[in-house]
């Protein structure tokens, strides 16, 4: 069974400040997904960025980008530029490439950003 | 305009009683899902559906209960089972790897707030 693990429960980090957030997942599988999704106060689920496991290169949308270590099983997000809205939870997600479609959630970190 | 719609976004259950939330996409995704959410954690998967008429239990399906009868539709029954209901529903949809040989990301409806009074 694939798991993800947020390590760092709250962060908190000055406005245009860069922040970086932890993601680790266990699977057995080699092709997958992996997402980080944002979830501001309106408790919208927000896609931010995308990662195919297939693919050596790392995503990146305007100031996310991520740090992907497939070996290591590691997917970080990093956020340049912080900005106010930038508050909200923040979740990383695992889904395997075909079969069963399970897409699975760590436990979220909680980033405030700071005027 | 294309979307996963849920309602009612406040629902009050009685103790014992059964109650349904409702969740309907128009996105001609294949696949569908349930998620809990409790303050200050992570969404838990309660049943998930890649085609219509088949679905899987997934972490937490005990007390839940759930329908695929159509494709735009995957309503989740919370019985008087589950023992602690009130928390944050989220309904999800993806497009399917057997629908295009690649899956997507998750849209997600606005969520149903259930509490037991």
């Known amino acids: 069974a694939q798991t993800v693990t947020q390590s760092q429960p709250e962060m908190s980090v000055q406005e245009a400040e860069t922040v970086t957030l932890s993601c680790t997942y266990d699977t057995s599988e080699s092709n997958y997904y992996l997402f980080w999704y944002k979830q501001p106060p309106s408790r919208q689920m927000i896609l931010v960025i995308r990662q195919e496991a297939y693919k050596q290169q790392n995503a990146t949308e305007n100031r996310f980008s991520v740090n992907f270590q497939k070996a290591a099983k590691s997917f970080s997000l990093k956020i340049s530029d912080s900005q106010l809205g930038d508050t909200a939870m923040y979740f990383c997600?695992?889904?395997?490439?075909?079969?069963?479609?399970?897409?699975?959630f760590g436990q979220g970190t909680r980033l405030t950003i700071n005027p | 305009d294309g979307g996963i719609t849920q309602s009612p976004k406040y629902l009050f259950r009685k103790e014992g009683q059964n109650v349904t939330l409702s969740c309907e996409q128009n996105?001609?995704?294949?696949?569908m899902y349930w998620y809990r959410q409790d303050p200050g954690q992570g969404l838990r998967l309660i049943y998930y559906s890649q085609i219509v008429n088949d679905f899987q239990k997934g972490d937490i399906a005990e007390g839940y209960s759930v329908s695929r009868e159509k494709k735009e539709s995957f309503p989740l029954t919370v019985t008087s089972a589950q023992k602690n209901p009130t928390a944050f529903y989220l309904c999800?949809?993806?497009?399917?790897?057997?629908?295009?040989?690649?899956?997507?990301?998750?849209?997600f409806g606005q969520g149903t707030r259930l509490t037991v009074v």
């Open positions: 999800a949809s993806s497009i399917s790897y057997s629908q295009t040989g690649a899956n997507t990301e998750a849209f």
């Open positions: 996105l001609n995704h294949d696949a």
């Open positions: 997600a695992f889904m395997k490439q075909g079969g069963a479609q399970k897409l699975v």
